[in-house]
C-alpha cells in the first residue's frame, strides 16, 4: 500500500517542480511545455488521489479537500497555457 501514497508524493511534487522551471524558460514554447508536463502531473495526481481514497487510505474530507485544490491547479495551468498560447498568435 505504501507504493500509492509515494506516487502521490511524486506527481505532486513535479507539478511544482515542473512550474518552477517554466519561470526560466528559454522561449514561449518551452514555456508552454514545461507548464504542460507540470499539468499532465496535476492530472495524475488527480489520480493517484482517486485510488488512495477508494482504497480507503484517505478519508472523503481529505480526498475533497486535496482533489478540489488540485483541480484548481490544473485549471489555472490550463488557463495560463491558453493565454499564452493566443497571446502567441497575436
Known amino acids: 500500500m505504501y507504493i ?3 506516487q ?3 506527481s505532486g511534487t513535479s507539478i511544482g517542480a515542473n512550474v518552477r522551471e517554466s519561470v ?3 522561449s514561449r ?3 508552454i511545455n514545461k ?3 507540470a499539468l ?3 492530472n495524475e495526481t ?3 488521489l482517486e485510488l488512495l481514497h477508494e482504497s480507503g487510505y484517505m478519508n472523503d474530507q481529505q480526498f475533497e479537500s486535496m482533489y478540489n485544490d488540485c483541480g484548481k491547479i490544473a485549471a489555472t495551468l490550463t488557463k495560463i497555457i491558453k493565454t499564452t ?3 502567441a498568435k497575436e
Open 4 to 6: 500509492l501514497p509515494k
Open 8 to 10: 502521490l508524493l511524486r
Open 24 to 26: 526560466n524558460a528559454q
Open 29 to 31: 514554447m518551452d514555456f
Open 35 to 37: 507548464l504542460n508536463i
Open 40 to 42: 499532465k502531473e496535476a
Open 46 to 48: 488527480e489520480y493517484w
Open 85 to 87: 498560447k493566443a497571446v
